[in-house]
Nanobody, 131 residues
Framework: QVQLEESGGGPVQAGGSLRLSCVTSGYDDVMSCMAWFRQAPGEEREGVAAIYTGDATGTYYSDSVKGRFTISQDKAKNTMYLQMNNLKSEESATYYC???????????????????????WGQGTQVTVSS
């Protein structure tokens, strides 16, 4: 059974930083394409950052977080990270870790715009940014 578990969320002041972690278990290949999404109450799920390996190797960011957030992974530890700096109040949301498999990981064009690319999801970790 593939499982993803996020941690690292919590309250933070606007302008502050958090580092989220996503630990995977059950299948190493889920590390080939992974992403962070977030969802605030009443809002659509939004892609934040993605990291792909293999043919589509690279990192991908939404325009709103580019330059402030950094996605990374440590495959030896089966862990993906999202370093979030200079957080804004409008970025309060539940943040979800996601992982894909197979051919869906070959093309990163919709890595952030299409949540259905990802097969496995964590339970989410809450980030609350106060101002």
């Amino acid at each position: 059974q593939v499982q993803l578990e996020e941690s690292g969320g919590g309250p933070v002041q606007a302008g502050g930083s958090l580092r989220l972690s996503c630990v995977t278990s059950g299948y190493d290949d889920v590390m080939s394409c992974m992403a962070w999404f977030r969802q605030a109450p009443g809002e659509e799920r939004e892609g934040v950052a993605a990291i792909y390996t293999g043919d589509a190797t690279g990192t991908y960011y939404s325009d709103s977080v580019k330059g402030r957030f950094t996605i990374s992974q440590d495959k030896a530890k089966n862990t993906m990270y999202l370093q979030m700096n200079n957080l804004k109040s409008e970025e309060s949301a539940t943040y979800y870790c996601a992982a894909g498999l197979g051919w869906l990981c070959l093309d990163a064009t919709q890595s952030l715009s299409d949540a259905s690319k990802y097969t496995y999801w964590g339970q989410g970790t809450q980030v609350t940014v106060s101002s």
